[in-house]
């Protein structure tokens, strides 16, 4: 490029520039340029620093409106964890019982519910997640009689993210079979998982089942 180029590209830039902040460079063939360098370009380190930190601090109130928790919360743990708080039948006979988990007892498979034959019930659950969001929390609830399966339900209770307050959720109503060989005590074990296969509780309980009045 030749000097009167230069010169004449110089001229072009200085008529294009309303930026008053100019800095003097010099160039091949001892030419110097006046270039224009818009002013914001020229930021200190404590103004970098203060866009830094508000960049992420947005990130961090962007989490936490995503996990529904405050960051603290995580722990810095990655993988979620369900924290079950107690367990409930709902029935039309008694109305609603809770026992706390896990389960204070002697017995290592305690009698937590009894039940007429023919009545209808559903479970209730008290839960917290914790870290992280679970994705695909299902549950399976075997029932066997005399060491015979009688009786298996499987069930989606969904996707739940991390908040101060527990989580309640109530199974699909169920019926008690009927008869004289309905009756009895049922061995019982429910199991909750999610889309990873990571087991958060399994409980074994015992379901009574009494002549209906």
């Known amino acids: 490029m030749t000097r009167l180029k230069i010169l004449q590209w110089s001229a072009v830039m200085m008529r294009r520039s309303s930026i008053k902040t100019m800095m003097r460079v010099t160039m091949l063939m001892g030419a110097k340029l006046l270039i224009s360098f818009p002013a914001h370009l020229f930021l200190s380190r404590t103004r970098l ?26 722990n810095g743990r990655v993988e979620p964890e369900v924290k079950f708080h107690s367990i409930g039948i709902l029935s039309s006979d008694f109305g609603e019982i809770n026992t706390p988990l896990p389960v204070c007892g002697d017995q290592s498979k305690p009698v937590l519910f009894t039940l007429k034959e023919g009545s209808e019930y559903r479970l209730k659950l008290t839960f917290s997640v914790l870290h992280n969001i679970v994705s695909g929390l ?6 066997w009689k005399g060491g015979v399966e009688v009786d298996r339900k499987n069930g989606m209770l969904g ?29 019982a074990k429910l199991r909750f998982e999610d889309d990873d296969r990571r087991c958060h509780m399994e409980l074994d309980y015992v379901l009574e089942i009494r002549k209906s009045r």
């Open 138 to 143: 299902a549950y399976t609830n075997t029932v």
């Open 49 to 74: 620093k203060k866009i830094r930190f508000q960049e992420d601090e947005s990130l961090r109130k962007w989490k936490e409106k995503l996990l529904g928790c405050l960051e603290s919360d995580l």
């Open 159 to 187: 996707t739940f993210a991390p908040q101060r307050e527990p989580y309640i959720h109530t199974l699909e109503e169920e019926t008690t079979p009927s008869g004289v060989l309905a009756r009895g005590n049922y061995t």
